[in-house]
């Protein structure tokens, strides 16, 4: 326990002074203690020894009295007194140095203290993770223990100070009773002042001095006894701050017991419940097995007695032509299903609403099986076999599949195999089985890799593509990771229209295939090994062929002269020398070419020059290094030598510049952004045409390039856009056939430019070989909606004057229409007609209504002014309509047209509709009277005339405009040459006045032409007229 405050003591008060006498001066207690500065700490004065009686006798005083007498006593023990005074106030000050140096060293273990007490506070409030640990309690015990020892010592500390504050406060207390009970003040007469000896002087000058020490030693225990109160606070907030911390390590002790108990119960659970897990993922597993068993073993049974059941065939009227006709083919139970109790029907592609999917290609007919009967109800599942058209050079990257429509718009897909049957041994079939009538439809897609990641790590090989593969660990996913990958490959035409639209892609050397991966983990404890082809720099494997070339044409020269010196016999070989071929040297300087010991090589030191140099390649390829001045490996240098011919141009001497030196560029598409975009990854060669990298993320859909140094990334990407666009885009053109007989029934085809030729000759042989040229290349991709539109004197006369298809690269996409012209009456300078037939794409663009705000109706009260003004009452308020329920707003869905392009046809006139109508005439009736020119005389001169009529008619008055009316509505109606002649003479006879000589003007005509027999025949019948 601390030592309790030692009280404060008061030097006591000086005795009253007796009744009589003068005041003192100055008094033991009298002097004001408090306003002696306490820091002026002087050394107490040595008192002078007192004087002897001697000295009492110099004083002038002769005789001594009892007073003097009592009066020397008193100084004489007043001088022991002081003395004695002496003594105790140098072991005052002793005592007070003592406390002095105790204070220090009181104030240095204070500081201690107050240093332990903070580690110890920062200790506490660490982080509950370092809490957790044994080191943590060890440095706890250890600081408690030192905080400990050192309130000990404060303790002993304290104690030795009290013990000291009470040796020098007992001697001071005797002291100053002593000065008090000795020096008085004597008493003096009232009338004469009290006179003072020199002792007395020197004794008052002593009791100032010493009073000025008392007060110093007061001041001075003061601050002793202020510095062990604080020093006891200090013990007792340290001994409080000790048990707390106390108390918290133990219960820290307590908690992180708790929780290492706690911790083990649960991973002890944790295991049991894993043990548990494992128990039951093994027992499903094994049930699992046993199911699969069983149903491998029924299925296996059910294929036995599905191979005996009978083929149902659906025939249907397609428009494609290598099905033949088949809709589907059903394999089925027979006790549950028969061929009436189902249909098969073809659907267009306009009216099924098939979405189409990026890559996908539509190879068949979209068929819709629906029953018979809507009471009929499906208790079997359908084995269907549907046609399809994947041709054999798609088969090796490309795998038919079948997808069902489960909602409307929506397709799932369904597991399908390649199935052939012997009754159409030509067709070819992709097999699935359903259980409920559906539409169907068969589309290729790249062919999709289904991988499985083991969770204990490995190297895992694609079966589609061997020589990619994925590397993992362990720590690379926390269970089995499935993923399936998807190679595109990409074609040399491709990347031959890529280099012709884009200039800068010259410079990519090669490229990767496409790489879809769908994962099912987005992230990777650790980054997988991905290994993948990239075809090599055509520059390496071209020196490389040169070098192997060099190699093999030094090395006939030496085998064939050999075997020639092994035939010829020893004489001749010793009389002919042979001959060196000796080339001719270019002028000026030339490499240095070493000469190579002709010496023969083995199979197996051949065999291993050339491994050497292929692992040569891939190693410099692996470094990236720069091949232009690097010879080939495992080749001398003189074969390096040829693989830089040497030209001799303008003075100088060129070498080939082809560098081998290329790069690798990572390219990822953006799901967002719909654009390739470059990962900064890095691409280490391993071969010559195998690459590898570190996935640390889930990338779906990437490619890799390899380039020269020359290109820039922005350059990249823009190529890799463009080739994408180039790969899901086909480069197409419009044919335009009409028959010979009917240029009206016209045929249109989007064909494809690689197919044009095939086209052609089948439109050809369906008579199909009459119209314009193909229109010039444009792109379209799958899915794109077509329409026909006409321009110019065209249109077409069918049901839909605007016909529409779905573009699809594996089928036929064609019209057949039938044309007219807009106007007979247009376009009367060419001896045809003339439009354009545009094919225009159609593109869904889906926009929302716009909602218009309706006023609302308010009813208002009625209310003059006079009772509004007299009647203080509230205005009633208008009663608010019931504002009626908002109807959701439909999305308007449009179809913007945008032209692709345009062909001109032409097509013949029809004379028959353009020849003018003949004009309605009132027939002429001819009545003679007593005129000898009658009916019969006309019709004989019509008949009569010959090809001289239109000259006649001419000398008979008739305008030549009256005439071209005449023949062009004769040709009109197709009269005869005798009814134009009757037509021209009645025309003639119709325009004469009665009263005219109709004889005389017809003779006078006919002479004019040479028709005297017709002159004679009119003077013959007016003579016979006149006799009558």
Request: include cysteine; charged fraction near 35%; hydrophobic fraction near 35%.
């Amino acid at each position: 326990m601390p030592p309790k405050k030692p009280p404060a003591k008061k030097p006591p008060a000086p005795p009253p002074p007796k009744k009589g006498a003068a005041p003192p001066k100055a008094k033991a207690g009298g002097a004001e203690p408090k306003k002696v500065p306490s820091e002026t700490k002087q050394p107490p004065e040595t008192i002078p020894p007192a004087p002897s009686n001697s000295a009492l006798a110099l004083t002038g005083e002769g005789d001594a009295t009892p007073a003097d007498a009592a009066a020397a006593a008193d100084i004489e023990k007043s001088k022991s007194d002081s003395k004695t005074k002496l003594d105790v106030d140098e072991s005052s000050s002793a005592a007070t140095k003592v406390a002095e140096d105790k204070c220090k060293d009181k104030t240095l273990d204070e500081a201690t203290l107050l240093k332990g007490l903070k580690q110890l506070q920062e200790h506490i409030l660490s982080e509950a993770t370092v809490q957790a640990g044994p080191e943590y309690l060890e440095a706890l015990k250890s600081k408690v223990e030192a905080l400990t020892s050192d309130m000990d010592h404060l303790k002993r500390y304290c104690e030795d100070s009290q013990q000291q504050l009470e040796t020098v406060m007992n001697p001071i207390k005797k002291i100053t009773e002593k000065i008090f009970r000795t020096v008085t003040p004597a008493e003096t007469d009232k009338e004469s002042p009290p006179k003072k000896s020199l002792e007395e002087l020197e004794l008052e000058a002593r009791q100032k001095r010493l009073h000025v020490q008392l007060v110093k030693i007061n001041d001075e225990l003061l601050q002793v006894s202020k510095i062990a109160v604080e020093t006891e606070a200090a013990a007792v907030g340290a001994s409080q701050a000790c048990a707390e911390a106390v108390e918290l390590a133990k219960k820290i002790q307590e908690e992180l017991e708790e929780k290492q108990r706690q911790e083990k119960e649960a991973a002890r659970l944790a295991e049991l419940e894993k043990q548990k897990e494992a128990e039951r993922l093994a027992e499903e597993e094994r049930k699992r097995l046993e199911e699969e068993k069983k149903e491998a073993a029924l299925i296996k049974q059910r294929m036995k007695e599905a191979r005996q059941w009978q083929l149902i065939t659906y025939n249907v009227t397609s428009p494609l032509e290598f099905d033949g006709g088949i809709g589907c083919v059903i394999r089925a139970d027979p006790q549950y299903f028969k061929k009436s109790n189902a249909e098969c029907s073809v659907i267009n592609q306009l009216e099924a609403g098939y979405v189409f999917v990026d890559n996908e290609e539509v190879i068949s007919n979209i068929i819709e099986l629906t029953p018979t009967s809507p009471t009929y109800i499906l208790k079997c599942n359908l084995c269907i076999y549907i046609p399809h058209n994947l041709s054999r050079q798609q088969t090796g990257s490309r795998e038919p599949l079948i997808k069902m429509e489960t909602a409307p718009g929506r397709w799932n897909e369904v597991k399908t195999k390649d199935a052939t049957l012997d009754k159409f041994r030509e067709a070819k079939f992709a097999q699935c089985d359903v259980k409920v009538f559906c539409r169907l439809i068969v589309v290729s897609r790249f062919k999709k890799d289904h991988m499985k990641l083991k969770q204990r790590g490995g190297r895992f090989v694609s079966k589609v593509d061997p020589r990619v593969s994925f590397t993992t660990t362990p720590e690379t996913f926390g269970r089995k990771e499935k993923i399936s990958v998807q190679i595109q490959p990409i074609d040399s035409l491709s990347m031959a229209e890529l280099k012709q639209k884009v200039p800068a892609a010259k410079a990519i050397l090669t490229t990767s295939s496409i790489f879809n991966i769908e994962w099912a983990s987005r992230t990777f404890g650790t980054p997988i090994e991905l290994t993948l082809p990239v075809p090599p720099n055509p520059i390496v494997v071209k020196k490389a062929a040169m070098a192997r070339a060099a190699k093999e044409a030094k090395t006939k020269p030496a085998a064939a002269e050999q075997q020639e010196d092994e035939q010829k016999p020893a004489e001749a070989k010793e009389e002919v020398a042979p001959k060196k071929e000796v080339k001719a040297a270019p002028k000026g300087p030339r490499p240095d070419v070493k000469k190579d010991d002709k010496k023969p090589v083995d199979a197996a030191k051949k065999k291993e020059g050339k491994e050497g140099k292929e692992g040569k390649a891939g190693k410099e390829a692996k470094e990236g290094k720069g091949k232009g001045d690097e010879k080939e490996g495992g080749e001398p240098e003189e074969s390096a030598a040829y693989t830089k011919p040497i030209k001799w141009y303008m003075g100088q001497y060129a070498t080939n510049t082809e560098d081998e030196r290329d790069q690798f560029f990572f390219l990822q598409l953006h799901e967002k952004k719909k654009r390739w975009v470059i990962l900064p990854i890095d691409i280490d060669p391993i071969k010559i045409d195998m690459v590898e990298m570190k996935l640390k993320e889930p990338i779906d859909r990437f490619l890799v390039f390899r380039t020269t140094l020359s290109i820039s990334t922005a350059e990249v990407e823009l190529i890799a856009n463009t080739l994408h666009a180039i790969l899901i885009s086909r480069t197409v053109q419009m044919v335009v056939r009409q028959k010979p007989d009917d240029s009206c029934d016209v045929m249109v085809h989007i064909a494809q430019a690689s197919k044009l030729d095939r086209v052609l000759r089948r439109l050809q042989d369906d008579d199909y070989d009459v119209g314009p040229e193909p229109s010039g290349e444009v792109t379209l991709k799958d899915g794109d909606l077509l329409e026909l539109a006409f321009r110019g004197n065209v249109k077409c006369i069918d049901r839909n004057p605007n016909p529409q298809i779905i573009f699809n690269t594996n089928l036929e996409n064609k019209f057949h229409i039938n044309i007219q012209e807009r106007d007979i009456y247009v376009q009367k300078s060419y001896d045809v007609y003339r439009g354009f037939i545009q094919l225009r794409r159609l593109t869904k663009v889906i926009t929302m209504p716009v909602r218009k705000v309706k006023e609302r109706a308010k009813s208002v009260v009625k209310a003059t002014v006079d009772e509004a003004s007299s009647s203080h009452q509230l205005e009633e308020k208008p009663a608010e309509e019931e504002e009626p329920e908002e109807v959701p707003l439909k999305p308007i869905i449009e179809f913007k047209p945008s032209l692709i392009t345009e062909v001109l046809i032409t097509f013949p006139k029809n004379l028959d509709l353009l020849a003018p109508k003949p004009l309605r005439k009132a027939p002429i009736t001819y009545i003679s009277l007593n005129d000898p020119v009658t009916v019969q005389v006309l019709t004989k001169i019509a008949t009569d005339l010959g090809a001289e009529w239109p000259a006649t008619a001419t000398s008979l008055g008739i305008k030549p405009v009256s005439l071209m009316h005449l023949q062009r509505d004769a040709a009109l109606v197709k009269k005869t040459e005798f009814e134009q002649k009757y037509d021209m003479i009645m025309l003639w006879v119709k325009a004469l006045e009665k009263s005219e000589n109709k004889a005389a003007i017809l003779a006078s005509a006919l002479a004019a032409h040479g028709r005297e027999d017709l002159v004679k025949f009119l003077e013959e019948i007016t003579r016979k007229s006149f006799r009558k």
